[in-house]
C-alpha cells in the first residue's frame, strides 16, 4: 500500500506552507548518517519521522541544518531546530538528537497555537491580576468592603507585575524562568520570610491559572511552577528566638496595652482587650476580630475561636481555646448587654468633620492589624521590649508555652488551628527541650550506696618499702 502525502509548493526558506495533494509518495533521504549526508547534493532533504511531522537537513557547502515541519491547520508549518553534526563540536545534533529536538518543538508550538486558539494567550500577569482580584473580593466580603493595604495586590504589585517575569506566556513558562525571578527578588535583600510570602502569592496565581486554562496549557506546567517556586534545598522555617517571649514579657505587653489604651490613645478597653484575647489564645489577628459575644462561655473558661481561612481542607468551625480567670474579667465589659452574635472585639470609628476635626461615629469590629500598628510601638516601648517584636509574638509566646507545659505536640497544634508538621518545623528546638524535661521525670535513682564506707588497703611494694 503506497504512502501517500501532500507534496510541497513553497520557498524552503519560509515558515508556512500549503500542499496540494498530488499523489505522491515522500522520497525517505538518507540523512540518518554523517557519512550518509555527505553524498546528498545541496538543497534540502525530507525524511517522516512521525504521522505528518517530517524531519529535514539542508545542505550547504558548510555543513547542514536540521529543520522540522509539521502539519498546522490546512497548511504546513517550518522551522529550524539545530546544526547537524557534519562537524562534530559542541552543540551539534545528531540524527536521533535532532529526532528527539523535532518532536519537542512541535509539541511547544502545538500547545501555543491551542493557547492562542481561544483568544489572546494568558501571561503571568493576566494570572497575577485574577488572583489579586479574587484575592481583593474575598478580603471585601470578609471585611464589608473594607481592603487592606497589605493585599495581595501589594507583593505582586511590587515584586511580580514590574518583573519581566509578568510578560512570560504560561504555556512557556519553565521553572528556570520561576528561579531566576525568584533569585532577582532575593537580589532586591528583601528578607527570607518575604521572599518566601510573595513566592507562595505567586505560587497560587500560578495554579489559579491552571485550573482556569487548563485546557489550553501543557499538563507539565503545574510540575514546572512546584519546583520552580520551591525554597532553597536544605533552608527550614523556624520561630525567632527573639520573638518568643517569657511570661513577664507578655505580662508586661498587656499592662502596657491597658496604660496605652486609658492614657495615650483612649480606646475606652477595646485596644487593651484585643492584646488579652491575642496573647491569651495564640490565635492570628484574622480569627479574633471575627470572635462573637456568644463565644466567650464564661462559665467553662473558654473561647470558641474562628478558625482560619489558610488552607484548602474541610475545617471544623471554632476550636475552644482553654483561658483563665482573668481574661473572663477582662471581656466582661465587652459582653454585658449585648447580644450573642455580634462582634466581640470592636473599636471606635471616626468621620472627619473638618480639615483638622475628627469626630466618633460610633463602634465596628475591627478591619486589619495596621489599625493597630502605631499603638503596638507605643506598647512595646512602654513595656521596655525591641522595636523589632511583633504581635505574632504573642502566638510565638503562646505555641512554646504549650509545649513547654509538656501538651502533645499534636494538642499544641489543634488549639493554634494549625498542623503538627508545622509546629514541628518551626518550634523543633523547643519540642526538644520539653521532651528533655519529660525524659528527666522518668529517671530513678538505681544504684543504692553501701551502709559503711571501708577503705581498701594499698598493696605493699616489693620487698617491703610503703
Not at 487592606?148 to 528556570?176: F, M, N, W, Y
Not at 499603638?375 to 502566638?395: C, D, E, N, Q, S
Amino acid at each position: 500500500m503506497s504512502e501517500h502525502v501532500q507534496v510541497d509548493i513553497f520557498d524552503e526558506y519560509s515558515t508556512t506552507f500549503r500542499y496540494g495533494d498530488m499523489g505522491k509518495r515522500l522520497a525517505e533521504a538518507p540523512i540518518t548518517t554523517r557519512n550518509a549526508r555527505a553524498s546528498l547534493a545541496a538543497g534540502v532533504h525530507w525524511r517522516g519521522i512521525d504521522p505528518e511531522v517530517h524531519l529535514g537537513y539542508r545542505k550547504a557547502k558548510r555543513g547542514g541544518v536540521w529543520l522540522v515541519r509539521w502539519r498546522a491547520g490546512k497548511g504546513y508549518r517550518q522551522e529550524t531546530i539545530g546544526t547537524a553534526d557534519d562537524i562534530v563540536r559542541e552543540g551539534t545534533l545528531d540524527f536521533e538528537a535532532a529526532c528527539r529536538a523535532a518532536r519537542d518543538h512541535i509539541e511547544v508550538a502545538r500547545v501555543a497555537a491551542k493557547a492562542e486558539a481561544e483568544g489572546p494567550a494568558p501571561t503571568v500577569r493576566v494570572a497575577a491580576e485574577a488572583y489579586i482580584q479574587r484575592h481583593e473580593a474575598r478580603i471585601r466580603a470578609r471585611t464589608g468592603g473594607k481592603l487592606s493595604r497589605k493585599a495581595a495586590r501589594g507583593q505582586l504589585g511590587r515584586h511580580v507585575l514590574p518583573d519581566e517575569i509578568a510578560d512570560k506566556l504560561l504555556h512557556e513558562l519553565t521553572r528556570s524562568d520561576l528561579k531566576a525571578w525568584r533569585k532577582r527578588v532575593t537580589d532586591k535583600g528583601l528578607v527570607v520570610d518575604t521572599v518566601r510570602r510573595v513566592s507562595s502569592d505567586l505560587r497560587a496565581a500560578l495554579n489559579m491559572a491552571v485550573e482556569l486554562h487548563h485546557a489550553r496549557l501543557p499538563a507539565a506546567l503545574p510540575l514546572e511552577i512546584k519546583h520552580g517556586l520551591a525554597a532553597a534545598e536544605g533552608h527550614s522555617p523556624v520561630a525567632r528566638e527573639a520573638q518568643v517571649l517569657p511570661d513577664a514579657d507578655v505580662r508586661r505587653i498587656i499592662a502596657a496595652a491597658w496604660e496605652v489604651d486609658a492614657a495615650e490613645q483612649k480606646w475606652e478597653g477595646d485596644l487593651a482587650r484585643l492584646i488579652v484575647v491575642l496573647a491569651a489564645t495564640g490565635a492570628r489577628f484574622s480569627q479574633v476580630i471575627r470572635l462573637t459575644v456568644g463565644d466567650v462561655q464564661a462559665v467553662q473558661r473558654r473561647l470558641m475561636v474562628p478558625t482560619s481561612f489558610k488552607g484548602r481542607g474541610v475545617k471544623v468551625g471554632k476550636i475552644g481555646v482553654p483561658v483563665g480567670d482573668d481574661v473572663i474579667d477582662a471581656l466582661r465589659p465587652a459582653v454585658a448587654g449585648r447580644i450573642g452574635s455580634e462582634p466581640l472585639l470592636v473599636r471606635w470609628r471616626y468621620k472627619q468633620t473638618t480639615p483638622t476635626h475628627w469626630e466618633r461615629v460610633g463602634r465596628g469590629p475591627w478591619g486589619t492589624s495596621a489599625e493597630f500598628a502605631p499603638a503596638w510601638k507605643l506598647i512595646t516601648a512602654r513595656a521596655g521590649l525591641p522595636a523589632g517584636v511583633v504581635p505574632y509574638a504573642l502566638r510565638h509566646s503562646s505555641i512554646v508555652r504549650g509545649l513547654r507545659q509538656l501538651l502533645p505536640v499534636r494538642l499544641v497544634a489543634a488549639l493554634h488551628d494549625t498542623s503538627s508538621a508545622m509546629i514541628e518545623a518551626h518550634y523543633s528546638a523547643f519540642i526538644v527541650s520539653a521532651l528533655d524535661e519529660l525524659a528527666a521525670k522518668a529517671v530513678v535513682p538505681l544504684v543504692s550506696a553501701p551502709a559503711e564506707i571501708v577503705a581498701i588497703p594499698r598493696p605493699r611494694a616489693v620487698g617491703g618499702a610503703e
